[in-house]
């Protein structure tokens, strides 16, 4: 397995953090749809998304309202998670948004 990438964030300057700029209902929702759509078939563009979106809004709050553990959250919602696909409904509902689809037009 090779090592993780290090990278050295010079000083002055942060690791930027995309629960940070969810600060609406209406960035989360815009940001959630843009991963849907870019997702590249894995399912990793929606796993860090409602990741972040559930970051910004609260994961205590959250596992609360889907009855998952907070730490099981974290991790299903990670980039190395696999959650189940209800956990994964589980988690859209509580955050208030809605998945639906459309006929996509190539």
């Not at 930027?16 to 609406?24: E, G, P, S």
């Not at 299903?76 to 208030?96: C, D, H, W, Y």
Request: proline share 4%; glycine share 8%.
């Amino acid at each position: 397995m090779s090592e993780p990438l290090k990278v050295d964030i010079p000083a002055g300057f942060s690791r930027w953090n995309a629960a940070d700029t969810l600060k609406t209902d209406e960035d989360a929702v815009l940001y959630f749809e843009a991963c849907l759509a870019e997702d590249p078939g894995d399912g990793s563009l929606i796993r860090a998304a409602l990741g972040d979106i559930a970051r910004a809004r609260g994961m205590s709050q959250l596992a609360r309202e889907t009855g998952l553990s907070r730490e099981g959250l974290y991790q299903a919602l990670s980039a190395k998670g696999n959650p189940e696909f209800s956990t994964i409904m589980k988690v859209i509902r509580a955050l208030g948004l809605k998945l639906h689809a459309e006929i996509e037009h190539v």
